[in-house]
């Protein structure tokens, strides 16, 4: 149950990726490696998070936004989940903070629903193997839910866990590119 974490973030966001290094730091099933890239170049999510997961030797990524953080048991939720169920892509409710809270997330796995809206979160794990067979994420808005609709589209299978394991922070003064 190899699982690596990975998380972009920008020279200025220091305060939000210290929270969430330690939510990585608190999980019951510790990550084989918790990979951090700074977007010094300023070359978006997308390209940096696909940066990083092309590096990662385990079977599971976990994608970790720097302004989003981790329950203790996420990984281990998700993972378990993921490898019980035979899926390549774990991802579970959160809870949400800010001005505008979106819920889209909180809904089990839907296919015909994940064609038209992003109801697969950013914070998802996915099997490492599929990252790279489709590319990792394109550098477009919405990066991460194309990403699952493309999954989907090649045969993945995916499981929801219907319990918060996350917070998402929406608050206004943060950059949300993958959101669609």
């Not at 035979?86 to 001005?99: I, Q």
């Not at 590319?135 to 808005?141: E, N, Q, R, S, T």
């Not at 493309?150 to 003064?173: K, M, N």
Request: aromatic content about 12%; overall charge negative.
């Amino acid at each position: 149950m190899s699982v690596s974490v990975i998380t972009a973030t920008l020279p200025d966001r220091e305060k939000f990726l210290e929270r969430a290094v330690t939510s990585v730091r608190r999980q019951t099933l510790r990550p084989d490696a918790h990979l951090i890239g700074v977007d010094y170049a300023r070359r978006g999510g997308a390209a940096m998070k696909t940066d990083l997961g092309f590096a990662v030797e385990s079977k599971w990524i976990a994608i970790l936004d720097d302004d989003d953080y981790f329950y203790p048991d996420h990984l281990a939720s998700l993972v378990e989940a993921a490898e019980t169920s035979h899926c390549d892509v774990a991802y579970s409710w959160c809870d949400v903070s800010g001005e505008n809270p979106w819920l889209g997330y909180n809904q089990p796995f839907n296919a015909e629903l994940l064609k038209t809206t992003s109801i697969v979160s950013h914070n998802a794990i996915v099997r490492a193997g599929l990252f790279v067979e489709l590319g990792g994420f394109k550098p477009v808005k919405g990066y991460d839910w194309l990403f699952w609709v493309a999954a989907h589209q090649v045969g993945a299978r995916f499981t929801c866990i219907e319990r918060p394991t996350w917070h998402y922070d929406l608050s206004e003064s943060h950059a949300h590119e993958s959101r669609p």
